[in-house]
């Protein structure tokens, strides 16, 4: 079973910078697309960027030009690179496979904080 474990998160003042890092185990995933989620305290996940086995991206219209995807699948991780942060970025962020997600069996990790004071 994949194992999935999230870095990199923290605090941060608005406009500035974090680069996050999802690391999978347990399993290689060079044939399935990946993305990263994200929680806010009272709301529901939300998805932030998605990356197909190919490296192509896309991001909802709330993370297009701040946020970049991308894809190692020699050391099995996916990163997002997340400019210009504004505090309604806060939250925790997961890293999932959207295929599972859709289909109702992804399991979690544990995600990484990150929290953009302003």
């Known amino acids: 079973q994949v194992q999935l474990a999230e870095s990199g998160g923290g605090l941060v003042q608005a406009g500035g910078s974090l680069r996050l890092s999802c690391a999978a185990s347990?399993?290689?995933?060079?044939?399935?697309?990946l993305g990263w989620y994200r929680q806010a305290p009272g709301k529901q996940r939300e998805l932030v960027a998605t990356?197909?086995?190919?490296?192509?991206?896309y991001y909802p219209r709330s993370a297009k030009g701040r946020f970049t995807i991308s894809r190692d699948n020699a050391k099995n991780t996916v990163y997002l690179q997340m400019n210009s942060l504004k505090p309604e970025d806060t939250a925790v962020y997961y890293c999932?496979?959207?295929?599972?997600?859709?289909?109702?069996?992804?399991?979690w990790g544990q995600g990484t904080q990150v929290t953009v004071s302003s």
């Open positions: 347990g399993s290689t995933f060079s044939d399935e697309a």
């Open positions: 990356i197909n086995s190919e490296g192509s991206p």
């Open positions: 999932n496979f959207p295929g599972r997600v859709a289909a109702g069996f992804a399991s």
